[in-house]
């Protein structure tokens, strides 16, 4: 099969739906407050001391809660017990991940049963599955051994030694890429490979960093990153600040972009796509971006700055009574 030609960054298919740019503080009232995870309610596996007086009281308020993560790695049940295991209110439902959406995104353009190689964590392997994809994870190819051996890469034990070229039997419709803790050079040149031979390149987010206590750690980004050069392809990504996720919270939220209010801790992805897609939107600054990145001239403009979530129920307050007003 022919490599593709160069692909563009392309918007989510779902965009369309959504009004893009829409001013945030029309007419409707607050319906859904949707937190971003790490950097907001937690900072690694340490939960933020202002996160569960701010989520109870978002519940207190009867308003709607959503947790939404970039993060791929964990599984949506998983994700839910995490933080219900850290006493905060927390199921299923309340929770979307870009490994979901991912999921669902590739079973609606490629159908069931479609194979696909899978750069990432065990969490976005549950979700392919559980969406009637076959999903199978790079570094358990007979390619990643072989390549393994011409690259003089240490091999994961236990794969079947072949000699020769690469092998592209079974060859994958798509390439998803996450972060992926146990990323090497053979997993490298497995996705460099599927893509180059026409597997579509999907990101699940294009995070170039990850907070955890006390620093940052590479995002599934750099990794994304390393494959678009190896491949010489630049991914469609699903995450944030794509609208996917957006969109799945607007339905849920009645079909109003401005009922809903997202709280991220980041510029680029949570502020980016929150005001994209028409939401209301608050910059924690518990995790990524700073005050100073505000001054910065490309820089989305949220609605609010919070220094911590201990804000958060002035600002529903005023949101509240602002549109009782009217
Ligand atoms: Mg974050």
Redesign the pocket.
């Known amino acids: 099969m022919e490599p593709m030609s160069e692909e563009p960054l392309i918007p989510h298919p779902s965009v369309g739906d959504l009004s893009v740019g829409e001013p945030t503080t029309g007419g409707s009232s607050l319906r859904m407050v949707a937190f971003?995870?790490?950097?907001?309610v937690l900072r690694g596996d340490t939960l933020l001391p202002a996160a569960p007086p701010a989520l109870a009281d978002v519940l207190g308020r009867g308003l709607l809660l959503r947790y939404v993560t970039n993060n791929s790695t964990r599984h949506r049940v998983e994700v839910a017990e995490r933080l219900a295991g850290l006493g905060l209110p927390a199921e299923p439902g309340m929770v979307l991940t870009s490994a979901a959406a991912t999921a669902s995104y590739l079973r609606s353009e490629f159908g069931e049963g479609a194979s696909v190689l899978v750069v990432g964590g065990d969490g976005l392997v549950a979700e392919l599955r559980d969406a009637g994809l076959e999903p199978r994870h790079a570094r358990s190819t007979p390619q990643a051994s072989v390549l393994a051996q011409h690259s003089g890469a240490p091999q994961h034990s236990g794969a079947p030694q072949q000699s020769g070229a690469p092998q592209h039997s079974g060859a994958p419709a798509a390439v998803v890429v996450g972060l992926d803790v146990g990323f090497d050079y053979a997993t490298l040149a497995v996705a460099q490979a599927a893509i180059r031979a026409g597997a579509r390149f999907i990101a699940t987010n294009a995070d170039a960093t990850f907070?955890v206590e006390g620093g940052v750690l590479p995002g599934g980004g750099a990794l994304v990153a390393a494959i678009a050069v190896a491949s010489q392809r630049e991914p469609l990504v699903i995450g944030k600040p794509q609208l996917g996720l957006a969109r799945a919270l607007v339905n849920e939220a009645g079909g109003e972009a401005a009922a809903v209010l997202f709280v991220?801790?980041?510029l680029d992805t949570?502020i980016g796509m929150a005001v994209a897609a028409g939401m209301r939107s608050a910059l924690v600054l518990t995790?990524?971006s700073t005050r100073a990145d505000l001054a910065v001239a490309d820089a989305a403009s949220p609605d609010f700055v919070l220094e911590t979530l201990a804000e958060l129920s002035g600002v529903l307050d005023g949101l509240l009574a602002d549109t009782r007003l009217r």
């Not at 971003?36 to 907001?40: A, P, Q, W, Y």
């Open positions: 971003d995870i790490d950097g907001v907070p991220g801790d980041r949570d995790g990524v």
